[in-house]
T-cell receptor
Framework: DAKTTQPPSMDCAEGRAANLPCNHS???????VYWYRQIHSQGPQYIIH???NNETNEMASLIITEDRKSSTLILPHATLRDTAVYYC???????????FGKGTKLSVKP | DAGVIQSPRHEVTEMGQEVTLRCKPI?????LFWYRQTMMRGLELLIY??????IDDSGMPEDRFSAKMPNASFSTLKIQPSEPRDSAVYFC????WGEGGYTFGSGTRLTVV
């Protein structure tokens, strides 16, 4: 599975959009981009995933560049409860396993 | 659905003792994963099952670790004998092929003294 690169930490003001970047320049054609988050002491939580089209659900939006070498997770209106470590993972879906990196620690501040 | 259920939530044991961690996946899910999380190494995949069959156990640290899935609704991770370096949070997760993501349990915090 391809490797990802994320900034170690980011800050965001409450109520503003949080844009979390991820580089995955070695992604293969059959690999998906997954995003998970882990709030302190809890199990990781699935957020969203995509192959090449942009995706949106009730939690977030995922923007994947046309060359698929990078993506951005967007939390449109961040709240204090969104403070967590966010993991970007590239995987072949259910037939591949999820390899977690260090992620981005997002701090949402009042 | 109650989600992925792990037990116990916390376990403190003495070095050399056997430890058994338990997991009940979401009903109908066909994949089950065991992860371990420490500050030093982050989240590590230990083993995963598909339809109760172990597919990849390359992440199991050594022979002291073993995992079983006797049926679709139950899995165990056993450490025998336990060592202080096994202290970590152990997560179980399940998923359904073709669907979005994994659902993780709340984890078991293991402390070996």
């Amino acid at each position: 599975d391809a490797k990802t690169t994320q900034p170690p930490s980011m800050d965001c003001a409450e109520g503003r959009a949080a844009n979390l970047p991820c580089n995955h320049s070695t992604i293969s054609g059959n690999e998906y981009v997954y995003w998970y988050r882990q709030i302190h002491s809890q199990g990781p939580q699935y957020i969203i995933h995509g192959l090449k089209n942009n995706e949106t659900n009730e939690m977030a939006s995922l923007i994947i560049t046309e060359d698929r070498k990078s993506s951005t997770l967007i939390l449109p209106h961040a709240t204090l409860r969104d403070t967590a470590v966010y993991y970007c993972i590239v995987s072949r879906g259910s037939q591949g396993n999820l390899i977690f990196g260090k992620g981005t620690k997002l701090s949402v501040k009042p | 659905d109650a989600g992925v259920i792990q037990s116990p939530r916390h376990e403190v044991t003495e070095m050399g003792q056997e430890v058994t961690l338990r997991c009940k996946p979401i009903s109908g899910h066909d994949y089950l994963f065991w992860y371990r999380q420490t500050m030093m190494r982050g989240l590590e995949l230990l083993i995963y099952f598909n339809n109760n069959v172990p597919i990849d156990d390359s992440g199991m640290p050594e022979d002291r670790f073993s995992a079983k899935m006797p049926n679709a609704s139950f899995s165990t991770l056993k450490i025998q004998p336990s060592e202080p370096r096994d202290s970590a949070v152990y997560f179980c997760a399940s998923s359904l092929w073709g669907e979005g993501g994994y659902t993780f349990g709340s984890g078991t915090r293991l402390t070996v003294v």
